[in-house]
């Protein structure tokens, strides 16, 4: 049980600072982007925004996924790459169908990656809702 204890926490250290340079790089380019984000006109360049933020926050979710999938095969829960993925995807997103489940020595694994889906799904929500608001902050400041 240490063990299993061991590797989720390392893997839940590894996403969340995935997560956060992720998001670090998404405040980094919305910062230069700025200006011509709060200038008129603002309807498409917020579609715009939006769509780029969400599909970054995606990638760093996919990635963290990838990480657990990566993981899970290093300490021999799986033998080949799709079951692990599928299983990383499943465990993660908290959907939990049970069709594929963990051995008794990596099973607790299971309720550690959920666990660290549910908040990197959240850090991602509430960033993006953060990010909203500021944008229509700042859009409404620009209108004359």
């Not at 008129?40 to 970054?56: C, Q």
Request: proline share 3%; net charge neutral; charged share 10%.
């Amino acid at each position: 049980m240490l063990l299993q204890l061991i590797v989720g926490s390392f893997a839940v250290t590894l996403t969340t600072v995935v997560e956060a340079l992720f998001i670090g790089g998404a405040i980094q380019a919305l910062e230069r982007a700025g200006p011509w984000l709060a200038a008129a006109p603002h309807t498409r360049k917020t579609m715009l925004a939006l769509l780029g933020v969400t599909l970054w926050l995606l990638a760093a979710l996919s990635t963290c996924v990838w990480i657990w999938a990566a993981l899970l095969m290093v300490v021999g829960a799986f033998e080949a790459l799709e079951p692990a993925l599928y299983f990383s995807v499943v465990a993660f997103t908290t959907l939990g169908f049970g069709d594929i489940t963990l051995s008794q020595p990596w099973r607790l694994l299971s309720g550690i990656s959920a666990a660290n889906g549910l908040l990197l799904f959240g850090l991602s929500t509430a960033f993006l809702v953060e990010f909203l608001g500021r944008l229509r902050q700042a859009q409404a400041l620009s209108i004359p």
